[in-house]
């Protein structure tokens, strides 16, 4: 599967954006498609995710009742909804695809196809 992550762009503390990741190629049945982020100079950390073929969400604490993952009914694209930003939100987002998974992971090394990162900044 092929990504490609999209939306990002400078916001006011409390904004909103909203990032797209358009999906093409082949995807499985256990197909868990993620967003992770990389503020500057940190670790990559996970944001959230789905299984692209089922119902079921993981989010990271920091994000929860924040941030909303989704996916479109044409299984195009997965959005990740952000409310209520924070300056701490800020990094580089990026979507990624763990194609044959058994659980939805928050480890990026197990997330084999990469979109390249949308920049997200959150101004105080």
């Known amino acids: 599967v092929q990504l490609q992550a999209s939306g990002g762009g400078l916001v006011q503390t409390g904004g909103s954006l909203r990032l797209s990741c358009a999906a093409s190629?082949?995807?499985?049945?256990?197909?868990?498609i993620g967003w992770f982020r990389q503020p500057p100079d940190k670790e990559r950390e996970f944001v959230a995710a789905?299984?692209?073929?089922?119902?079921?969400?993981r989010y990271a604490d920091s994000v929860k009742d924040r941030f909303t993952i989704s996916r479109d009914n044409a299984k195009t694209t997965v959005y990740l909804h952000m409310n209520n930003l924070k300056p701490e939100d800020t990094a580089v987002y990026y979507c990624?695809?763990?194609?044959?998974?058994?659980?939805?992971?928050?480890?990026?090394?197990?997330?084999?196809?990469w979109g390249q990162g949308t920049l997200v900044t959150v101004s105080s």
């Open positions: 789905l299984w692209w073929n089922g119902d079921g969400t």
């Open positions: 190629g082949r995807t499985f049945s256990r197909t868990v």
């Open positions: 990624a695809g763990d194609l044959a998974s058994r659980f939805i992971s928050t480890n990026w090394k197990t997330y084999t196809n």
